[in-house]
Every structure is written in structure tokens, then in C-alpha cells.
């Protein structure tokens, strides 16, 4: 785990899910899910900028996703899908494979927020049942 955090580090949105969908890599059908993913500059843990943007589309029964990063296709299925919210999988051939790294929820930004908020809950309880002046 390192404690200098700082580079890029991609960052998910899940908008929707599509029913019935056939996947562009091994052609079965399952639901597609619909994400909206950046990547950002981090420094120490503080998001600087967005270097990248785009859509991903993840089929849940077989794990493939393909996605867009292109800005203009990005802009154009921005406006046309998710600001009508008529969400869509692009055809295959509007897609392409993208490899992006998902970080692990349990990293040491979220411990630190974690434990602290545990750590003022249990003082504010242990405040009002043990401390405060009756
Ligand atoms: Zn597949």
C-alpha cells in the first residue's frame, strides 16, 4: 500500500444497466452495465485533474467490456444517451477494448475515513451516555 499517494487513478460510475445485450467479444447475451469512468491525477489523495474520460460497457455473465474514449464519440453519447438518459450499447464497432484498472475500495484513503468517522461516532455516544451533564 503505498503511502505517498499520488498518480492516476481510474474512477467508476455505474449510470445504467441494459437488459438483453450481446457481448462484443464472445457474442452471448447478459446484461450490459453501463459506466462512466475517469481517470485522474491524484496527490495524495486529492484529485488534481481528469486526464481521460469515457464510457464503459461491462456484459455480466462473461466479464468483457469494451469502451470509449475517443472525444468526440465520448461527447456525442454523452448528449444523445446519458443526458436523455435513453441509455444504449454503441454498436461493436463504435467500441474498442480498454483495459482499466479498478482500485480496490479498501485502500488506505477509505481506511483512513473509515476509522476516524467510526473513531467520532463512538466518542459522540460515549459523549452522550457516559459525559454530558444531566
Ligand atoms: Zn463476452
New binding site residues.
Partial sequence: MDVIHWGYYNRFKKLSTIQMSR?C??E?YSECIIERWGSWFYLQFIPFWLAAKGYLFT?KD???SMGMDDRSAVMRYKEEHVDTELFVVPPCNQLKPLELERPTPFNLKNILILSSMVLIIAFAIYWALVLAPR
Wanted: charged letters at 10%; aromatic letters at 12%; hydrophobic letters at 25%.
Fill in positions: 457481448c467479444v464472445c452471448k456484459w462473461c466479464g468483457h
